[in-house]
């Protein structure tokens, strides 16, 4: 799963804004004072007798390992390793567990808002 950003700046971009001799922290603020949604992966490992409950803010969901058994919106999904599910943010939350007698490695994509 690859790192999104909405909106991608360079780390050397961003420090340049922090020249001496000009208030380019103004600007700097401004930027992020906008709404831009950040996506920032998590990955985690539930055993076999681990429940997770899902945050709102998950926008993907994705097995590195092992197999998982998902309830969402009233479905059941099950997804092994390598597959990936896609979840809408603000809708009906997401139950997680390990399906079988073995963990499950997880990772999920959640989504962060910077608003001014």
Known sequence: MSNTLVKIFSLSTLLSYFGSG???FGVLTN????N???L????FTLEKSEVFR???ACKELH???GTAWITVAGRDV???TGEKVSL???KDRAILSALGNKSVSVEVLLSTHSSG
């Open 22 to 24: 000009s208030n380019r």
């Open 31 to 34: 930027l992020f004072k906008s």
């Open 36 to 38: 831009l949604e950040l």
């Open 40 to 43: 920032v992966p998590c990955q």
């Open 54 to 56: 899902i945050p709102s």
């Open 63 to 65: 097995i590195l390992a």
């Open 78 to 80: 099950v997804l092994t």
């Open 88 to 90: 809408e943010t603000n």
